[in-house]
Nanobody, 117 residues
Framework: VQLQASGGGLVRVGGSLRLSCTVS????????MYWYRQTPGKQRELVASLLWHGTTRYADSVKGRFTISRDNANNTVFLQMSDLKPEDTAVYYC??????WGLGHFWGQGTLVTVSS
């Protein structure tokens, strides 16, 4: 299973970006998907979760600004980011939880988001 993350780039403070994570296998509503981010010298931080039955969870730092969603027909998970701040600068990673299928967890390669002031 492979995950391909894309959509990162350079954006001004207050701007928006949409990250995409395309999965090499079919995804279902029962598959739990996540977005994490990491900055140099820090641990990877969970940013957004898309859980069973469409339940979403967000880190306090992004609540109200980021939205995680999925397009099962295209095997893609999105992270819509708005009102971006310099502290949102990080490499963003998507993760898929396919443990229900006996396959384990899989990570994308990361996409860099840089927010300039």
């Amino acid at each position: 299973v492979q995950l391909q993350a894309s959509g990162g780039g350079l954006v001004r403070v207050g701007g928006s970006l949409r990250l995409s994570c395309t999965v090499s296998r079919n995804i279902l509503d029962s598959d739990q998907m996540y977005w994490y981010r990491q900055t140099p010298g820090k641990q990877r931080e969970l940013v957004a979760s898309l859980l069973w039955h469409g339940t979403t969870r967000y880190a306090d730092s992004v609540k109200g600004r980021f939205t995680i969603s999925r397009d099962n027909a295209n095997n893609t998970v999105f992270l819509q980011m708005s009102d971006l701040k310099p502290e949102d600068t990080a490499v963003y990673y998507c993760k898929a939880d396919f443990t229900a299928w006996g396959l384990g967890h899989f990570w994308g390669q990361g996409t860099l988001v840089t927010v300039s002031s």
